[in-house]
């Protein structure tokens, strides 16, 4: 057990809709990353936050969207959704500093029907 | 961050030695070298990490070449359990964290 975690396990949409997946980061750790991992394009790395702040940006598609509250979780918004953003959805925090190691949640998976 | 190359696929015999290689020729002086695994769909694990030194944990064994442009990740006693993607990982850490670049990784199989 990382201490990171996610809710919901599963999801199960239709296409043209909206989900917010949700994210538990270890107690303490500042920072709140999200990676995307599906068949096609392996794991990659979407968005993090810091301390409530948007950090770094990968591969995020302008109709995903993220925050993080003061109490440090996380939520990640996925809206218009197709049928390409069935995939898992890990969210991983760290302590901040440096080096630092992540730790991962159990992921979500989502399926756009 | 620098790019780096592991082997598609390796395989390793129950109870022996698994040497996981990876190439990163163009790293820089600031680049750490992270290694994480990921179990079938589970959540990736980290497991070591290095800059210059080689490092051990409870987990396995970093060795980093003198001139940092390869190093090898030593399992010391595979079990069935280890059969997971290894992902070796090049990133300048920085006081608010980093963000991970996966790539493809070794998928390791130990057999019984």
């Known amino acids: 057990d990382s201490g990171v975690t996610q809710t919901p396990k599963h999801l199960i949409t239709a296409t043209g809709q909206r989900v917010t997946l949700r994210c538990s980061p270890r107690?303490?750790?500042?920072?709140v990353y999200w990676y995307q991992q599906s068949l096609d394009q392996g794991l990659q790395f979407l968005i993090q936050y810091y301390n409530g702040e948007e950090r770094a940006k990968g591969n995020i598609l302008e109709r995903f969207s993220a925050q993080q509250f003061p109490d440090l979780h996380s939520e990640l918004n996925l809206s218009s959704l197709e049928l390409g953003d069935s995939a898992l959805y890990f969210c991983?925090?760290?302590?901040?500093?440096?080096?630092?190691?992540?730790?991962f949640g159990p992921g979500t998976r989502l399926t756009v029907l | 961050d620098a790019k780096t190359t592991q082997p598609t696929s390796m395989d390793c015999a129950e109870g022996r030695a698994a040497n996981l290689p990876c190439n990163h020729s163009t790293i820089s002086g600031n680049e750490y070298v992270y290694w994480y695994r990921q179990i079938h769909s589970q959540g990736p694990q980290y497991i070591i990490h290095?800059?210059?030194n080689n490092e051990t944990n409870e987990m396995a064994s970093l060795i980093i070449t003198e001139d940092r442009k390869s190093s090898t990740l030593i399992l010391p006693h595979a079990t069935l359990r280890d059969t997971a993607v290894y992902y070796c990982i090049v990133r300048v850490a920085s006081n608010s964290g980093y963000a991970l670049n996966f790539g493809k990784g070794t998928s390791l199989l130990v057999t019984p």
């Open positions: 290095g800059l210059k």
């Open positions: 107690s303490g750790d500042l920072s």
């Open positions: 991983a925090s760290s302590e901040g500093g440096t080096p630092n190691e992540q730790f």
